[in-house]
């Protein structure tokens, strides 16, 4: 084992000679400095694991030192601690994190056993593994550990940004406090405030509030009180006017503000890539604020509504073939299966309970693949399941069937498609990825005359054929084609969105949906496109009123993000899929709030007239048996 060397940069020599000799006690090797010219100085001669910084510095600050330094030296790879006695509230310690994507930050005076918490024996150099490999290696883990997980935490530094929500998830569940920024390679960053596992904060770089959206589809105000609110004359925020003016409690701004943190959440799951920093501190729990019991509901939309099919057929490419076992606390009544995903797949917890492979429920044809994925990703983000650790099959023909499957996945894709489908693309050779391979496709058929050997072999010179032809270089010039293309087709599918909302308007349905499925299949990462899908859907199935088609439609609206539901557009589709399912009242004040968010709009106005007329209808055809207690209690009172 490495002795991890520490560099401690602080003016203060008798903190400094304390805090070097308690770490030289426990086998650490550790050179001082008191400014950063000394500090620039000793880093020419030493290569260091570990900076403590003190933020207050003669001279040059140890924040600014740490921002230099990474700017001029790249390569280096340490970890840092900031220090202060001075810079102790919330805000400022959460600019210094972010700025200085330091590791963690120590407000004096601390103990020394929060310093032995973060620093760690170097381990042995081992071969590097993918970013996606080193966060989903607990998949195939039965029970992991709190320290397991806060591991994980640490060792990611780059992952995809649909990858969040299991991070938001692991943070939770091992209670950290601290703040997590993330940088996304736009240059935009995100920054997120744990406090003993619940989100406190959630700061992003669009500034937008959404709370006038947020009460108004809460139906918390009116959107005169909004206006009668703005007029007031103070400096208030719109929410603290609305109370000042009792036209809202504190709790319903308190729960507009919690689903505020949602919608800004939910903006940073996207196909972007981020790198991370976790930097552990203490964090004062205030609110409102998102519990581990809250965020579950949240985790479950996330899910269900930001990531694509394709990026997870890609995720899970790797273990179609494992058991998937179930957890002891898997129980029929965990708030995990009572949720739309799994509950939209009939018979789901019970295959599961039979140890199934994800193989063969991709055959189970009443099953929307897209619902599969997503429900066993919810399950897994959450430790409910995990799978085996090798590839297992009961029969040859059950071998075979994977593998065919497999070979339809991959048979149209280039090289390095191929390999980044397949989590490969970090391997150089064939020979170094042969056990990787081995363990994606199951264990090699002993007999020759087997179906699935000459199958197996295919595959097998296939992967390896992909790997060994490309170097580094070639799959730098490939992956920067592969955005570019994906560019193009992200006009391409816009232009089509844009004449599919031209004909929805026009009430031309199937022509709408036909363009929106082929926009689906350029890109998915259209904005608000579930909801002019299910708008399609609905138009077209008005009058039949298939029950599978609403299963479909109910599927798409489930897709439909936090932050794309707070225009006029939602309530309005949510408007005609209550008239759909015959829920008139529900439809009725969904419409009422799509024209209290744009009350120029003219399709909401035409379908608000004739829900009313359907209610009135409804309410004549009624008889005294058959009515609300409300709608009762009027004719029998009203006046004659």
């Given at each position: 084992m490495a002795r991890s060397k520490i560099l401690i940069l602080e003016d203060d020599k008798t903190l400094s000679q304390s805090l070097a000799e308690a770490l030289e006690k426990k086998s650490f090797d550790v050179i001082m400095a008191s400014t950063a010219d000394e500090a620039n100085g000793l880093l020419n001669e030493h290569k260091v694991d570990y900076i403590f910084a003190d933020c207050l510095l003669p001279g040059m600050s140890g924040d600014e030192f740490v921002i230099k330094l990474k700017r001029d030296k790249p390569d280096?790879?340490?970890?840092?601690?900031?220090?202060?006695?001075?810079?102790?509230?919330?805000?400022?310690?959460?600019?210094?994190?972010?700025?200085?994507?330091?590791?963690?930050?120590?407000?004096?005076?601390?103990?020394?056993?929060?310093?032995?918490?973060?620093?760690?024996?170097?381990?042995?150099?081992?071969?590097?593994?993918?970013?996606?490999?080193?966060?989903?290696?607990?998949?195939?883990?039965?029970?992991?550990?709190?320290?397991?997980?806060?591991?994980?935490?640490?060792?990611?530094?780059?992952?995809?940004?649909?990858?969040?929500?299991?991070?938001?998830?692991?943070?939770?569940?091992?209670?950290?406090?601290?703040?997590?920024?993330?940088?996304?390679?736009?240059?935009?960053?995100?920054?997120?405030?744990?406090?003993?596992?619940?989100?406190?904060?959630?700061?992003?770089?669009?500034?937008?509030?959404?709370?006038?959206?947020?009460?108004?589809?809460?139906?918390?105000?009116?959107?005169?009180?909004?206006?009668?609110?703005?007029?007031?004359?103070?400096?208030?925020?719109?929410?603290?006017?609305?109370?000042?003016?009792?036209?809202?409690?504190?709790?319903?701004?308190?729960?507009?503000?919690?689903?505020?943190?949602?919608?800004?959440?939910?903006?940073?799951?996207?196909?972007?890539?981020?790198?991370?920093?976790?930097?552990?501190?203490?964090?004062?729990?205030?609110?409102?604020?998102?519990?581990?019991?809250?965020?579950?509901?949240?985790?479950?939309?996330?899910?269900?509504?930001?990531?694509?099919?394709?990026?997870?057929?890609?995720?899970?490419?790797?273990?179609?073939?494992?058991?998937?076992?179930?957890?002891?606390?898997?129980?029929?009544?965990?708030?995990?299966?009572?949720m739309s995903l799994v509950q939209s797949l009939d018979g789901l917890y019970d295959r599961l309970q039979k140890r199934t492979t994800l193989s063969e429920l991709l055959s189970v044809s009443e099953y929307n693949q897209a619902a599969l994925y997503k429900a066993l990703h919810f399950l897994v983000t959450k430790g409910l399941i995990y799978f085996s650790k090798n590839v297992s099959f009961d029969n040859v023909d059950e071998h075979f069937d994977y593998l065919s499957r497999l070979k339809n996945q991959i048979q149209n894709r280039t090289d390095f498609e191929l390999l980044e489908s397949l989590g490969l693309t970090q391997y150089n050779d064939a020979e170094s990825a042969a056990s990787e391979i081995e363990t994606l496709l199951g264990q090699e058929p002993i007999k020759k005359e087997a179906k699935s050997f000459a199958l197996w072999y295919e595959l097998f010179n296939k992967i390896s054929t992909a790997i060994n032809s490309l170097n580094p270089e070639a799959k730098i010039q490939l992956k920067k084609a592969i955005e570019k293309n994906e560019a193009e087709n992200r006009i391409k599918a816009s232009q089509l969105m844009d004449e599919a909302k031209k004909e929805l308007m026009l009430g031309q349905f199937q022509s709408a949906l036909v363009k929106l499925n082929e926009a689906g299949k350029l890109t998915s990462t259209l904005f608000q496109y579930n909801i002019y899908i299910a708008w399609s859907r609905l138009g077209m199935n008005m009058q039949k009123k298939d029950k599978a088609v609403i299963k479909e439609i109910e599927f798409d609206l489930m897709q439909i993000p936090a932050d794309e539901r707070y225009d006029f557009l939602y309530p309005y589709v949510m408007g005609l899929y209550y008239r759909a399912t015959n829920d008139y009242l529900s439809a009725k004040k969904s419409f009422d709030k799509a024209l209290a968010m744009d009350n120029t709009f003219l399709a909401a106005k035409r379908e608000l007239s004739l829900i009313e007329q359907m209610i009135k209808k409804t309410r004549k055809n009624d008889n005294i048996f058959t009515m609300d207690l409300k709608d009762v209690v009027t004719v029998l009172f009203k006046k004659k």
């Amino acid at each position: 084992m490495a002795r991890s060397k520490i560099l401690i940069l602080e003016d203060d020599k008798t903190l400094s000679q304390s805090l070097a000799e308690a770490l030289e006690k426990k086998s650490f090797d550790v050179i001082m400095a008191s400014t950063a010219d000394e500090a620039n100085g000793l880093l020419n001669e030493h290569k260091v694991d570990y900076i403590f910084a003190d933020c207050l510095l003669p001279g040059m600050s140890g924040d600014e030192f740490v921002i230099k330094l990474k700017r001029d030296k790249p390569d280096r790879k340490f970890k840092v601690i900031l220090m202060s006695g001075i810079y102790t509230d919330k805000s400022t310690i959460q600019d210094l994190l972010k700025r200085t994507q330091a590791f963690a930050f120590l407000k004096k005076p601390f103990d020394l056993e929060q310093i032995f918490n973060i620093v760690k024996e170097k381990e042995e150099v081992v071969k590097p593994e993918s970013p996606r490999k080193m966060l989903y290696q607990i998949f195939s883990k039965d029970m992991v550990s709190t320290r397991e997980k806060r591991k994980l935490i640490e060792s990611i530094e780059e992952v995809s940004a649909y990858d969040l929500p299991f991070i938001y998830s692991l943070l939770t569940e091992t209670k950290s406090s601290g703040y997590l920024n993330i940088y996304f390679n736009d240059s935009s960053v995100s920054g997120i405030a744990f406090s003993n596992g619940s989100i406190v904060a959630v700061d992003v770089e669009d500034r937008s509030t959404y709370i006038g959206e947020l009460l108004i589809q809460s139906g918390y105000v009116s959107p005169a009180d909004i206006q009668k609110a703005l007029q007031s004359k103070n400096n208030q925020r719109l929410g603290q006017r609305l109370i000042s003016s009792n036209l809202m409690s504190p709790h319903a701004l308190d729960l507009t503000m919690i689903e505020q943190m949602n919608v800004r959440l939910s903006k940073t799951i996207s196909e972007k890539t981020v790198k991370l920093n976790f930097s552990a501190s203490e964090v004062e729990l205030t609110q409102p604020s998102i519990d581990s019991e809250l965020l579950l509901s949240y985790l479950h939309d996330w899910i269900a509504s930001k990531l694509p099919i394709n990026w997870l057929k890609n995720l899970y490419v790797m273990w179609a073939g494992h058991q998937i076992i179930p957890n002891a606390q898997l129980k029929s009544d965990h708030p995990c299966i009572q949720m739309s995903l799994v509950q939209s797949l009939d018979g789901l917890y019970d295959r599961l309970q039979k140890r199934t492979t994800l193989s063969e429920l991709l055959s189970v044809s009443e099953y929307n693949q897209a619902a599969l994925y997503k429900a066993l990703h919810f399950l897994v983000t959450k430790g409910l399941i995990y799978f085996s650790k090798n590839v297992s099959f009961d029969n040859v023909d059950e071998h075979f069937d994977y593998l065919s499957r497999l070979k339809n996945q991959i048979q149209n894709r280039t090289d390095f498609e191929l390999l980044e489908s397949l989590g490969l693309t970090q391997y150089n050779d064939a020979e170094s990825a042969a056990s990787e391979i081995e363990t994606l496709l199951g264990q090699e058929p002993i007999k020759k005359e087997a179906k699935s050997f000459a199958l197996w072999y295919e595959l097998f010179n296939k992967i390896s054929t992909a790997i060994n032809s490309l170097n580094p270089e070639a799959k730098i010039q490939l992956k920067k084609a592969i955005e570019k293309n994906e560019a193009e087709n992200r006009i391409k599918a816009s232009q089509l969105m844009d004449e599919a909302k031209k004909e929805l308007m026009l009430g031309q349905f199937q022509s709408a949906l036909v363009k929106l499925n082929e926009a689906g299949k350029l890109t998915s990462t259209l904005f608000q496109y579930n909801i002019y899908i299910a708008w399609s859907r609905l138009g077209m199935n008005m009058q039949k009123k298939d029950k599978a088609v609403i299963k479909e439609i109910e599927f798409d609206l489930m897709q439909i993000p936090a932050d794309e539901r707070y225009d006029f557009l939602y309530p309005y589709v949510m408007g005609l899929y209550y008239r759909a399912t015959n829920d008139y009242l529900s439809a009725k004040k969904s419409f009422d709030k799509a024209l209290a968010m744009d009350n120029t709009f003219l399709a909401a106005k035409r379908e608000l007239s004739l829900i009313e007329q359907m209610i009135k209808k409804t309410r004549k055809n009624d008889n005294i048996f058959t009515m609300d207690l409300k709608d009762v209690v009027t004719v029998l009172f009203k006046k004659k």
